[in-house]
T-cell receptor, first 116, second 112 residues
């Protein structure tokens, strides 16, 4: 079974530029998560999708971050414009999302973003 | 609200035991435990459901005290491969997928 795929693995941009990250979850997984992990901290949930609907985006800085999961499969996270404090690893995870079932999360390798 | 983990860091010798604690100020439905090695993504270890369940995974086990909203991860006879940062993740209060949040992590170093 293929795992969660993410691209790119690394990205370096100047502040005020735009960047986009892509995630393809495990086949059949209904729930998709985007996390931001700053060095030395725990992953911070940015947005959670159930199929193509948003379940939780309470910590997404909506003035600069956006995410979509149009067909309920793969997803894109965008930052526009980027700030220095956005430097972090962006992790995508998926879970089966079965109603009433335990939902262990499977993580992709992450995208390391450096904003100069 | 982010759960609290203790200790922040622990250093062990191979074969020693360790306990990592996770506590929340809100009612929980379940607690997840993940391990992240340096430069890698977090890897799932186990989920505990409300009801005081205790689960095991090789020499790693965990418990969940629903009344206290606390979970503990037990690592026995630690191995070098156990080194990494351990995160608890909490969700609830009523079901899976609600208000999921990771703790700040506990860094575990196992020395030969």
């Amino acid at each position: 079974e293929a795992g969660v795929a993410q691209s790119p693995r690394y990205k370096i941009i100047e502040k005020r530029q735009s960047v986009a990250f892509w995630c393809n979850p495990i086949s059949g997984h209904a729930t998709l998560y985007w996390y931001q992990q700053i060095l030395g901290q725990g992953p911070k949930l940015l947005i959670q999708f159930q199929n193509n609907g948003v379940v939780d985006d309470s910590q997404l800085p909506k003035d600069r971050f956006s995410a979509e999961r149009l067909k309920g499969v793969d997803s894109t996270l965008k930052i526009q414009p980027a700030k220095l404090e956005d430097s972090a690893v962006y992790l995508c995870a998926s879970s089966s999302g079965v109603a009433g079932g335990p939902n262990e999360q499977f993580f992709g390798p992450g995208t390391r973003l450096t904003v100069l | 609200q982010q759960p609290v983990q203790s200790p922040q860091a622990v250093i062990l010798r191979e074969g020693e035991d360790a306990v990592i604690n996770c506590s929340s100020s809100k009612a929980l439905y379940s607690v997840h435990w993940y391990r992240q090695k340096h430069g890698e993504a977090p890897v799932f270890l186990m989920i505990l459901l409300k009801g005081g369940e205790q689960k095991g995974h090789e020499k790693i086990s965990a418990s969940f005290n629903e009344k206290k909203q606390q979970s503990s991860l037990y690592l026995t006879a630690s191995q070098l491969s156990y080194s990494g940062t351990y995160f608890c993740g909490t969700e609830g209060p009523e079901n899976y997928g609600q208000n999921f949040v990771f703790g700040p992590g506990t860094r575990l170093s196992v020395l030969p």
